[in-house]
């Protein structure tokens, strides 16, 4: 089939939910960096659009995603471990005894959930760890350079990420993986989040592409001493 | 061009990345990409293993549960009377409290298991009364920063942690070899800390009072039955390291919102005999409301937000390097040094290298597939080699000019980086000696594993 042919057949299907095997061929064709490249750079400015318009998810989408996913994947593990020893203990009620089988298979997709939308809200925190020694020492017009090569090479990586997890994501989609442990708990339900994640991601770069451009003819400093675990 | 000028071209070209500033997890993925590109490989695998890296197993999760019991600790003030604790054991002696911030460095270290949340949370608690005490902020800042490298050898490690998960091995076995050699790099710091003191004539000396010293131990209970619950479950089997932090967070969270209306009771009882009130604000925390429970969440989801991503990029590296046959490379290299040693101080040299340019989980996950089978092959023990291994990773956090502590140790003290690594080098002259001394006696590692003397020992004290 031609890229256009895939285009379509990316963009129908999906859209309609609509998966079958030529779906999954035309994802693994080059047609999907057509589809996902624009898409996440589109995409990306959606989300900061919406960013401007609702400081609410600006300053709390991310945060509230890691926030709940950390405190869920603590909260199986330990209540894992009390249904495992509880029935040992006089006061544990016998009902809840008996470890379940998914207790060890949704914390750590989880944990990949939490690790990308992390590292989204990083990239807006700007505390990614890197060697600024010299790019602090730079002129105002250096630093304005660099920080666009950020954004760029952000963006790359975002469209490669995009586009090659929405690949295995529909490849698990048609596939009908389930989560291990579980009876009908479908595994692309967690693996979406990724390119989402990335999505959002996009959304940052964006943000602060525009946020250094305008303290950039302002005059203002550009780069600032981000603090690990400091106030966010 | 050949591919291998390609190759070239591009680790210098990332190179250039990173000396600009581009964060290392951009540099790792670039690198990656670019060497996908000569290589023909598909960049599906990529896409693949930033997924799978997490899924692949449940004991990487020991990591953010672990950092997440740092930020417990911290807030609910556990770690403030560990600290205490620790100052009423050393302050009499010449750079006491400075002492007492690398002993507290390494017990919040036994219920944390993160470098930079043992150098951000002691520096930030004790640099302040450092510099009041007399002593110069740049030997408080790098303190701070040095203490921090055992943060990853006394366990719970998140490094061993990943250790383990590369290589197969059992991760409670790696926790158990880095007790003495953590002890001793906690050891050699405070000999460093005290040479450097008595010359400078900093610090105030307190009497030693056994009185105090059992005040702020029984205030310290809290934080000394952590370690203990983490280390009695792990050393027993009772859980898998994973399943340790999840309890560990169960348990600092439980702790501490009963702690905080009890302590706030306490508070509104002014007419309470002395000796009581003196009793309870002793055995009873600070502690926290469960509405700020999601705000010291997000501060460990930053961290992790920064540490999980890279190890998913250093995974997908460190296969990449093994295609390009880097193993054959450097094991050639390595195994033509000779013997036992050469080969050992050889993989020790790379390891220290590395640890100078990159963080310590990309030179964790791409280098230890490579020289660990050297290492063994010459006969080198793989639970020793493992915490040579690590030792020499957790040097890396205070070897410039990629030195992570440096870094949160300047951002929460407030002295700039280059500031502080005058006093940062003495400290890690004495890191090294301990290194060395890890890698020439092999029972300091194996020392508490079966068949090590102090296991026999303590076996036979147990019957």
Known sequence: MSVMADVGTIIGATLSGDITFSTVQAYRSPAAWFVFGPLTLLGGLLVYWIYQRVPFLDRHLERTIVVWTYIVIAMIIFVGVLQRFGPNLWWFPEAWAGQPAWSTTIPPLLFMVMAWYGCAFNVRLRTHLSFNEFRSKMPPRGQIIVLMMDAVLWMGFCIIVVTTTARVTVNSYDNFQIVLGTDNLMQWKFLITVPIAFLLMAGRVWENLFEDLKRYRAGEPLIEQAVIGGDV | ?463
């Open chain 2, 1 to 463: 061009m050949t591919d291998g000028s390609w190759i070239t071209l591009i680790s210098l070209g990332v190179t250039f990345l990173f000396m600009m500033g581009v964060p290392v997890l951009l540099v790792i993925f670039y690198w990656v990409v670019g060497c996908s590109f000569v290589m023909g490989l598909t960049l599906d695998n990529t896409g693949a293993e930033l997924m799978n890296v997490f899924n692949k197993g449940f004991a990487l999760l020991a990591m953010p549960l672990f950092i997440l019991t740092g930020d417990l600790i911290n807030k609910s003030g556990i770690a403030r009377r560990l600290s205490n604790f620790a100052y009423a054991c050393l302050g009499w002696l010449r750079g006491g409290l400075a002492m007492a911030s690398i002993g507290a460095c390494g017990l919040f270290a036994a219920i944390s298991g993160s470098n930079s949340a043992t150098t951000a949370t002691i520096g930030s608690m004790l640099h302040p009364e450092m510099v009041k005490g007399g002593y110069d902020e740049r030997f408080s800042a790098a303190t701070a920063a040095a203490g921090g490298t055992v943060g990853i050898i006394i366990p719970p490690s998140i490094i061993f942690i990943v250790y383990g998960f590369l290589m197969n091995l059992p991760i409670s076995d790696l926790f158990i070899a880095g007790i003495v050699p953590g002890s001793l790099m906690v050891l050699a710091m405070m000999i460093a800390c005290f040479v450097i003191c008595y010359i400078n004539k900093w610090g105030f000396l307190i009497t030693l009072s056994p009185w105090r010293v059992f005040k702020t131990a029984v205030g310290a209970w809290l934080g000394f039955f952590a370690i203990g619950l983490v280390l009695w479950g792990i050393y027993t089997g009772k859980f898998s390291p994973t399943e340790a932090a999840g309890v560990t967070v169960g348990f600092c969270i439980i702790v501490g919102v009963i702690s905080y209306p009890l302590n706030k009771l306490m508070k509104n009882k002014p007419d309470a005999p002395a000796e009581e009130r003196s009793l309870a604000s002793m055995v009873v925390v600070e502690g926290f409301t469960p509405i700020e429970i999601p705000s010291i969440v997000v501060r460990s989801a930053q961290i992790t937000g920064i540490l999980a991503p890279l190890i998913a990029v250093s995974v997908v590296m460190q296969q990449i390097l093994s295609l390009l046959g880097a193993q054959q490379v450097i094991g050639g290299f390595v195994t033509g040094m000779g013997g036992y040693y050469p080969v050992l101080f050889t993989a020790m040299a790379i390891v220290f290298v590395a640890g100078m340019i990159l963080e310590s989980l990309p030179v964790t996950i791409i280098l230890a597939p490579i020289l660990a089978p050297i290492a063994a092959s010459v006969g080198v023990d793989p639970i020793q080699f493992a915490v040579i291994f690590l030792v020499g990773a957790s040097i890396g956090f205070i070897t410039p000019p990629y030195g992570l502590n440096l870094y949160v140790a300047s951002g929460v003290t407030g002295v700039p980086y280059f500031r502080l690594l005058r006093y940062a080098t003495m400290y890690l002259v004495s890191l090294v000696i301990v290194w060395f001394c890890v890698a020439i006696f092999p029972s300091l590692s194996n020392t508490l594993l079966p068949g090590g003397y102090l296991f026999e020992l303590l076996s036979g004290l147990g019957g």
